[in-house]
């Protein structure tokens, strides 16, 4: 049986900056490849690509809506 990893919200939106580049991806203002960009060299990006790898780009989004929704940060 597989087992299902979860993505670390936690960590990925500890900082404002990381706060601030997800939410541009989750309403539509940055791309994939924006935001991938944006996080290089942070300790989220790698767990954002996963996401993105895993789930897709629209599921990404929505995710990632539903997150920043359930913190109360910004939608």
Do not use: P
């Not at 991806?25 to 767990?47: D, I, M, N, P």
Request: charged share 25%.
């Amino acid at each position: 049986m597989k087992t299902a990893e979860t993505t670390n919200w936690t960590m990925m939106l500890e900082t404002r900056k990381t706060q601030r580049i997800l939410y541009n991806f989750a309403v539509g203002k940055a791309s994939v490849s924006q935001t991938t960009k944006s996080l290089a060299f942070s300790e989220c990006a790698g767990e954002f690509r996963q996401l993105v790898r895993t789930h897709g780009a629209t599921y990404a989004r929505r995710l990632t809506r539903k997150a920043l929704r359930y913190r109360g940060l910004s939608i």
